[in-house]
Nanobody
Framework: HVQLVESGGGSVQAGGSLRLSCAASGRTYIKWCMGWFREVPGKEREGVAT????????VYSASVKGRFTISQDNAKNTVYLQMNSLKPEDTAVYYC???????????????????????WGQGTQVTVS
């Protein structure tokens, strides 16, 4: 059983930075994808960034590309999301997710398909004002 625990959320002024962490426990090595998603009330949860746990290939949504960076530390079983140049529209609950499905094994570019991600964290609030 895998548990994902996010940390690092908080409140920041526009233009500021935050770093989110997602620590995995249990069966800690997740093939094939880890990702960050975010959700605001009244909207669907959307993908922000993903990373292939084997090869390190990353994917970003258009809204965060160039501002956010996803990375992983396999020794610590932790995935990070460095968020720079934050905007008020980045305000959301951010969720860490992990997926090991057969579909995800077929690509190096982990997609933003929520149904493929079996493991989810509890979420951490990010507020940008």
């Amino acid at each position: 059983h895998v548990q994902l625990v996010e940390s690092g959320g908080g409140s920041v002024q526009a233009g500021g930075s935050l770093r989110l962490s997602c620590a995995a426990s249990g069966r800690t090595y997740i093939k094939w994808c880890m990702g960050w998603f975010r959700e605001v009330p009244g909207k669907e949860r959307e993908g922000v960034a993903t990373i292939h746990t084997g090869g390190g290939t990353t994917v970003y949504s258009a809204s965060v590309k160039g501002r956010f960076t996803i990375s992983q530390d396999n020794a610590k079983n932790t995935v990070y999301l460095q968020m720079n140049s934050l905007k008020p529209e980045d305000t959301a609950v951010y969720y860490c997710a992990g997926g090991s499905s057969d579909n995800l094994s077929l690509t190096r570019y982990c997609p933003f398909l929520r149904k493929e991600y079996r493991y989810w964290g509890q979420g951490t609030q990010v507020t940008v004002s």
